[in-house]
């Protein structure tokens, strides 16, 4: 059952299988699937508050963007 669309549950049910059939063989690499995975987890929802920050901060400059061209404007119609 290995390949590329695994979940972590899957793993750790895979893990108590082999604790109640005492095969300990596979637990090294079942443990080092479940922390790639967590780990790819964790870089997923590090990457989804980036965006969210870069969202924000988009945001902000639009309006800061927007108030300098209206001074911009104002200075043109005072000339």
Not at 28 to 37: A, K, N, R, W
Not at 42 to 48: K, T
């Amino acid at each position: 059952m290995y390949g590329l669309n695994r979940y972590i549950c899957d793993v750790l049910e895979e893990m108590r299988t082999s604790t109640k059939t005492l095969n300990f063989a596979l637990i090294p690499s079942l443990i080092e699937e479940v922390q790639t995975m967590a780990n790819r987890m964790e870089m997923a929802l590090h990457d989804m508050k980036d965006l969210e920050q870069l969202k924000m901060d988009i945001v902000e400059k639009k309006e800061e963007l927007k108030k300098l061209e209206q001074k911009i404007a104002k200075k043109k119609k005072k000339k």
